[in-house]
Nanobody, 125 residues
Framework: QVQLVESGGGLVQAGGSLRLSCAAS????????MGWFRQAPGKERECVAA????????YYADSMKGRFTISRDNAKNTVYLQMNSLKPEDTAVYYC??????????????????WGQGTQVTVSS
């Protein structure tokens, strides 16, 4: 079992930046692929980014490429999402996710096994 706790959300103006953190429990954090998803009111949960267990590979949804960066620190059991050039349409609850194994359909929320409770990000215009 893995427990995930997100932090770092808040209110920011358009063009600003935020860094989200996700702290994971368990001694085997380093073997889990990790991901970030988001869900806006009335919309489906959508992928943001994912990172392989050893940080050798990162993946991004097209709309986040160049603005968001996912990283992880296995020594701290933490995965990060650096978000720059934020837009009002980035407003959503952001969720951290972990998977027992890497799945090629990483962009599909059903490919992930564990979820955090989410952190709200609000971008004002």
């Amino acid at each position: 079992q893995v427990q995930l706790v997100e932090s770092g959300g808040g209110l920011v103006q358009a063009g600003g930046s935020l860094r989200l953190s996700c702290a994971a429990s368990g001694r085997t954090f380093s073997i889990y692929p990790m991901g970030w998803f988001r869900q806006a009111p009335g919309k489906e949960r959508e992928c943001v980014a994912a990172i392989s267990a050893r940080s050798s590979s990162t993946y991004y949804a097209d709309s986040m490429k160049g603005r968001f960066t996912i990283s992880r620190d296995n020594a701290k059991n933490t995965v990060y999402l650096q978000m720059n050039s934020l837009k009002p349409e980035d407003t959503a609850v952001y969720y951290c996710a972990a998977a027992q194994v890497w799945r090629s359909s990483w962009y599909d929320h059903t490919s992930w096994d564990y979820w955090g409770q989410g952190t709200q990000v609000t971008v004002s215009s």
